[in-house]
């Protein structure tokens, strides 16, 4: 055993490392204290994603389909609603419709669709994809 000298007190240590240091916190003490932060993030992060990709009424949006819904089914689900096909994107469950009609995210559910986004980001249309 050695006797370290700290500010004018002498802390006696061992081998394990104990003595009259303070103890440490127990494990995970850490992650609940930052839960209150990571909580203000994560709905600071909805937020702002979902006043990001909000679609809008009319013109041109994402509508997104149930995974492993194929492009012609998406294509007739659109027409169906009023809309008109603009492009498929890079995720193949969701395409890129235009409308003018504001009831046309009710009515694509009525079709299959299971919402609608705002075209653009991994929503965007493919470049060069349709004729």
């Known amino acids: 055993m050695h006797d370290t000298h ?16 303070p103890a440490r916190p127990p494990a995970g003490a850490d992650t609940w204290a930052m839960l209150p932060a990571l ?16 679609p809008p009424a009319t013109g041109e949006m994402a509508v ?5 819904t194929d492009e012609v089914a998406a294509y007739a689900a659109i027409l169906a609603a009023g809309g008109r ?10 395409a ?24 653009h980001g991994l929503c965007a249309p493919q470049q060069g994809s349709v004729p």
């Open 39 to 54: 909580a203000i993030a994560a709905a600071v992060f909805v937020a702002g994603a979902t006043a990001l990709y909000a």
């Open 85 to 94: 096909f603009v492009a498929p994107t890079r995720l193949a469950n969701i």
């Open 64 to 68: 997104v389909f149930a995974p492993g």
């Open 96 to 119: 890129v419709a235009y409308t003018d009609r504001t009831d046309f995210a009710e009515r694509i559910r009525a079709f299959g669709g299971l919402f609608t986004l705002a075209a």
């Open 6 to 21: 700290v500010t004018g007190k002498t802390l006696a240590t061992g081998r394990s490392g104990r003595g009259l240091l």
